[in-house]
């Protein structure tokens, strides 16, 4: 839970590019070290061969495929097939990387560690625990008057445990992953427009394109009508 983390809040981090570095992070988490460089590669590009993945950085084709496969079970990434006709029919995939959906995922993770963080907090205010300092046991209230509070190691007297230190120590992580969730909220607020204006322009191309072709169909079946009609008249004059 901690790694991912201190990865986030190295300072170079905060030099680089915001949006690549949050999707870095969470491809890591995900796919593990390998995985490295992968975010770089397909920022902002469409369709990147599997082959030139794989070669870029330098690991074998199942390799990269693992790491694709696992990052397109949580929609990260999206693919399209084309069969390869020089290589005896085998597919290659072709990858993309889903930007609002990996920032979604992103700040779900966030929400669920501020929960369990909040959790651990309210566990630690509630319950008392004991400990001795000689062996640095620590143990519940039940157990220690189970032991008439003294250590079932050494028979030292048991002192009420303080929790204010790591309380404290648990809130200000808290901090520092609300801080990195406005900005991940922002990122992805800023992606859904956009998005969502693409969607809107797609739509409105598409209703024209329909629009157009009923158009066409529209003026062939009066050009047949009008060409029936004129054969009917034909006839009846010939009458
Ligand atoms: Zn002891």
């Known amino acids: 839970m901690v790694t991912w983390f201190r990865k986030v809040f190295n300072p170079i981090f905060f030099r680089q590019n915001m949006q690549v570095n949050l999707l870095n992070t969470i491809v890591l988490t995900i796919a593990g070290s390998q995985a490295d460089g992968l975010v770089d590669m ?6 990147m061969n599997e082959f030139l ?4 950085l330098k690991l074998t084709i199942n ?6 496969y696992k990052l397109a079970d949580e929609g990260l990434v999206s693919f399209t097939r084309k069969k390869d006709t020089k290589k005896g029919g085998w597919y290659i995939y072709y990858w993309t990387l889903n930007l609002g959906k990996s920032l979604f995922r992103f700040k779900e993770r966030l929400e669920h560690e501020i929960e369990n963080l909040k959790n651990q907090i309210s566990t630690k205010k509630s319950a008392t625990f004991f400990s001795c300092k000689h062996c640095g046991l620590e143990l ?12 079932p190691e050494c028979g030292e007297a048991l002192d009420i445990k303080e929790t204010t230190v790591e309380v404290h120590a648990l809130e200000k992580e808290i901090v520092k992953r609300e801080q990195i969730l406005a900005e991940v909220s922002q990122e992805l607020g800023g992606v859904i427009d956009k998005e969502d204006k693409a969607r809107v322009r797609k739509t409105k191309a598409e209703l024209k394109k329909k629009k157009a072709e009923r158009d066409v169909r529209r003026k062939k079946v009066a050009k047949e009508k009008a060409k029936l009609l004129k054969g009917k008249k034909g006839k009846k004059k010939k009458k």
């Open 63 to 68: 390799q990269v495929r693992n790491i694709l």
């Open 140 to 151: 519940t209230q039940e157990n220690a008057l189970l032991h008439d509070y003294t250590c």
């Open 53 to 56: 993945i794989a070669k870029k």
């Open 42 to 47: 397909l920022y902002n590009k469409k369709n």
